[in-house]
Each structure stands twice: as structure tokens, then as C-alpha cells.
């Protein structure tokens, strides 16, 4: 068996989340193989600007995931392990790379993204990066007029 590890973004923009669908109608999350000693951070970032043309930055670890499937050019299985990260997104602009196979792609409220991803580990990978997500933007909100990021004054 082939073990490739991998890495992606769960991208948000207020209370939506960025899917993507590919060339068999399955609805996914940006994400690619990590090669040639790469950091799994900077892999995700790279994804999700060259799959969604979004500019992105990374909040915290969301999780991993993993799955098996059975390569037909390789003519064995492959395991992919992905690394997972909650982003942020500059602005809700993006291109989908229609060359690398993406058919459509767009902005969706939470709940909705969720009904609509294909597969069920991806679901609960956005439920969990959702829950990060709303954690952090409340710790960023001012308390008394003074920004709290993190810690109590």
C-alpha cells in the first residue's frame, strides 16, 4: 500500500465555508499531497490558493483524516492522511482551477456545506474546524473595549 500524507483548509468567511466539487460531482475541501520534505502548513495554504484562488490564513489545526481507495494506474491501494486546518479567508473572491479537475465551487453557510459534503469524515472535519473557528473569533472580539486575543486582563 501506498501512504501519502496530505494537507488542506477548511476555509471560512463568517459563518460560510468554501467547497469545492470535482470532476465526479463529489463536493470536497482544498487539498493536495505533501511533497519533497514540505511543511504540511504551507502545503494547505498552497492548496487552497491554487484549487479555490483564495488567499487564506491558518487559525489552528483542525484535525486529521484518512482514507483508503485503490489506484488504477497504480494498480494497488492507496492510504491518504490528511492534516487539516482551520483558515480564515482575506475576502470571499475566488477562481476555481477548472484545469485541475474542479467543476464548480462556492461559498456556503455552515449547515448547508455540511448537508452537502460528499464524504462523512469531511463533514465532521468542518463541524469540528466550524466549532475552532467560532472559539477564536469570539476571543478575538473586544471585551470593554480592549481586544482580548487570548488572554484575561
Known amino acids: 500500500m501506498i501512504i501519502r500524507n496530505c494537507a488542506g483548509g477548511v476555509v471560512f468567511s463568517g459563518n460560510k465555508v468554501f467547497l469545492l466539487r470535482n470532476d465526479k460531482s463529489e463536493w470536497v475541501l482544498p487539498k493536495g499531497v505533501i511533497r519533497e520534505k514540505r511543511k504540511s502548513a504551507e502545503v494547505a495554504l498552497e492548496r487552497v490558493r491554487i484549487e479555490a484562488g483564495i488567499t487564506a490564513e491558518i487559525l489552528h489545526a483542525a484535525g486529521d483524516t484518512s482514507y483508503e481507495f485503490y489506484s488504477q494506474t497504480r494498480r494497488q ?23 485541475q479537475g ?10 448547508q456545506a455540511i448537508d452537502l459534503v460528499t464524504y ?34
Open 77 to 99: 491501494p492507496v492510504c491518504n492522511r490528511i492534516a487539516w486546518y482551520v483558515m480564515r479567508a482575506a475576502s470571499e473572491e475566488y477562481r476555481i482551477a477548472f484545469e
Open 102 to 111: 474542479f467543476i464548480d465551487g462556492d461559498w456556503y453557510p455552515v449547515e
Open 120 to 153: 462523512s469524515q469531511d463533514r465532521s472535519i468542518v463541524r469540528i474546524a466550524y466549532e475552532i473557528y467560532q472559539s477564536i473569533i469570539e476571543a478575538e472580539k473586544p471585551v470593554g473595549g480592549e481586544p482580548t486575543a487570548g488572554s484575561q486582563a
